[in-house]
């Protein structure tokens, strides 16, 4: 028995045959159903497509044998790939190269072969990967016309393993593309966060004095557009630096945490917008509210925070300053530094009280 020979381009074809995902993969319709149209069109008992691996013939189609694969040594399609060419055996036992060998002289016992290699262009080189073969248990042979069909139907195996790479190539580009979306997602995400964060006063997690600039621009060009009035609120902890030197700073901080709870619980949901400035002034921007409504707002929030515990030598308060913006009114400076007068006027009345200065007092 003679063994098959081995390509000169063995290493790529290797490494081709493995790419294309092919080997041990499941069997597929379109490719049984052509080698079993060729087993009817030679009229023969076999037919297979096999793909040569590094030491076995596996068979991705076969019809009239109950095998998957075998030894590549004893393989006839390792040999079409090895020559590269379309071979007909009419008579494997009268051949030296097959006459004992096992698949002669045992089951399935071949008498007659015939096989075309499957080939695949890669980077401008044609490579065998396998064969299309019919076999037979008799003696026969194939005349020109049937060596071109078997073939043709050969290209047409290559048609079906050129767009199976295609499919393996936009599933690639499918998962790559994901990969991208998933890493843009990612880094907006983080772009998210990194905003959150620049935006954000990590003791109390109100808005820091940044968001408050934005924030108060924002609201002042809505209520020209609407029509609606709009309130600055100014809050300042009456004398902190007293409870900060008798209470230490940890438990300053903790009140700070608490007002800025309260805050959060007594303004209206949507509308309005608290952010903690700097140190213990907060800041409250208030949309869509009346004058009335403002004051109303402020009485709570002096009730509810002379209710944050502290030593029994210290009375927590806070102070107040209002300004009710004109929704004309777009110079942010003026407006801060007008509800600034009424906080410093409310801490000149005593502790807890609030004032208010409006655009025309001015």
């Known amino acids: 028995m003679m063994a098959p020979g081995i390509p000169e381009n063995e290493v790529l074809r290797l490494r081709t045959l493995s790419s294309t995902e092919l080997l041990d993969s499941s069997r597929e319709g379109q490719f049984d159903w ?3 149209t060729v087993r009817l069109c030679f009229e023969v008992p076999i037919c297979a497509f096999t793909l040569i691996d590094e030491h076995r013939q596996w068979f991705k189609s076969i019809h009239g044998l109950n095998l998957r694969e075998t030894p590549r040594d004893i393989s006839f399609c390792g ?3 090895h020559q590269d060419q379309t071979i007909v055996i009419p008579d ?3 051949d030296p190269r097959f006459a004992d060998n096992p698949l002669v002289v045992g089951d399935p016992h071949i008498r007659f072969y015939a096989g075309t290699p499957i080939r695949v262009d890669m980077a401008g080189e044609a490579l065998d990967l396998g064969s299309l073969c019919v076999i037979d248990r008799r003696s026969r042979t194939l005349d020109r016309k049937q060596i071109a069909i078997l073939e043709g139907f050969a290209r047409q195996i290559e048609t079906l393993v050129e767009m199976h790479l295609v499919n393996l190539h936009l599933l690639d580009t499918c998962d790559q593309l994901k990969h991208t979306v998933k890493r843009f997602e990612d880094s907006e995400k983080r772009v998210q966060q990194i905003s959150v964060l620049a935006n954000t006063d990590s003791l109390t997690g ?8 934005n924030i108060l621009e924002r609201i002042l060009k ?8 709009t309130s600055l609120v100014l809050i300042d902890v009456d004398d902190f630096k ?3 030197n008798s209470e230490g700073y940890l438990a300053g901080d903790e009140m700070l945490r608490k007002l800025a709870d309260i805050l959060t619980r007594v303004v209206r ?3 309005d917008h608290i952010f903690r400035l700097g140190g213990d002034e907060f800041a409250i921007v208030l949309s869509g509210i009346t004058p009335k409504e403002t004051e109303v707002l402020a009485k709570r929030i002096i009730t509810e925070a002379s209710g944050i515990p502290t030593s029994p030598s210290e009375t927590f308060s806070v102070s107040l300053g209002i300004t009710n913006v004109h929704h004309r009114e777009s110079d942010q400076r003026s407006i801060f530094d007008r ?5 410093s006027s409310a801490k000149r009345a005593g502790r807890g009280r609030f004032c208010v200065q409006s655009a025309r007092e001015v």
Request: charged share 30%; net charge positive.
């Open 34 to 36: 052509l080698t079993d």
């Open 79 to 81: 040999h079409v790939i």
């Open 92 to 94: 494997a036992q009268l």
């Open 206 to 213: 109100l808005g820091n004095v940044r968001h408050f600039n």
């Open 222 to 229: 809505t209520s020209r557009r609407k029509d609606e009035h």
């Open 242 to 244: 007293t409870i900060n």
């Open 269 to 271: 949901k949507g509308n």
């Open 339 to 343: 509800a600034d007068r009424a906080l």
